[in-house]
Nanobody
Framework: QVQLVESGGGLVQAGGALNLTCVGS????????MGWFRQAPGKEREFVAV????????YYADSVKGRFTISRDNAKETVYLQMTSLNVEDTAVYYC???????????????????WGQGTQVTVSS
C-alpha cells in the first residue's frame, strides 16, 4: 500500500502561485493514478486534477483549467500541482490521492481513490 505526504501549501496573495508536492512511498507510484482534491471549510471535498500512471493523460476541473498543472516524476515517486493565478476561492486543504483499479472515467470521484495524504493548507488572501 502506498503512503502519501503532501507539502508546499501556505499563504499567498490573490494572483500569486504555489507549487504543491506529493511524495509516495511503500509502492511503485507509476502503478497508481494520482489525483488532487481540495476541501474548503463547510464544503464537500472536490476534484481538482488527475494524472494517469505514466503521465500520458490528465484531466482538470473546470474551475482550475488553464491555471493549474498536474505532473509527475515517477523516478522520484512524486506528483506535483502547479497553481497559478490563485484566487480566494482556491483556499482549501489540498489532498493528493492514489487510485489503482477504477476506470479513468471515474477518476474525478473521490470515492474511487484508495489512499489519501494528510492534506496541506492553501490560503489565498485578497
Amino acid at each position: 500500500q502506498v503512503q502519501l505526504v503532501e507539502s508546499g501549501g501556505g499563504l499567498v496573495q490573490a494572483g500569486g502561485a504555489l507549487n504543491l508536492t506529493c511524495v509516495g512511498s511503500g509502492s511503485t507510484l507509476s502503478h497508481w493514478k494520482m489525483g488532487w482534491f481540495r476541501q474548503a471549510p463547510g464544503k464537500e471535498r472536490e476534484f481538482v486534477a488527475v494524472i494517469s500512471g505514466r503521465g500520458a493523460l490528465t484531466y482538470y476541473a473546470d474551475s482550475v483549467k488553464g491555471r493549474f498543472t498536474i505532473s509527475r516524476d515517477n523516478a522520484k515517486e512524486t506528483v506535483y500541482l502547479q497553481m497559478t493565478s490563485l484566487n480566494v476561492e482556491d483556499t482549501a486543504v489540498y489532498y493528493c490521492a492514489a487510485e489503482l483499479n477504477d476506470p479513468w472515467s471515474q477518476a474525478h470521484h473521490a470515492s474511487a481513490y484508495d489512499v489519501w495524504g494528510q492534506g496541506t493548507q492553501v490560503t489565498v488572501s485578497s
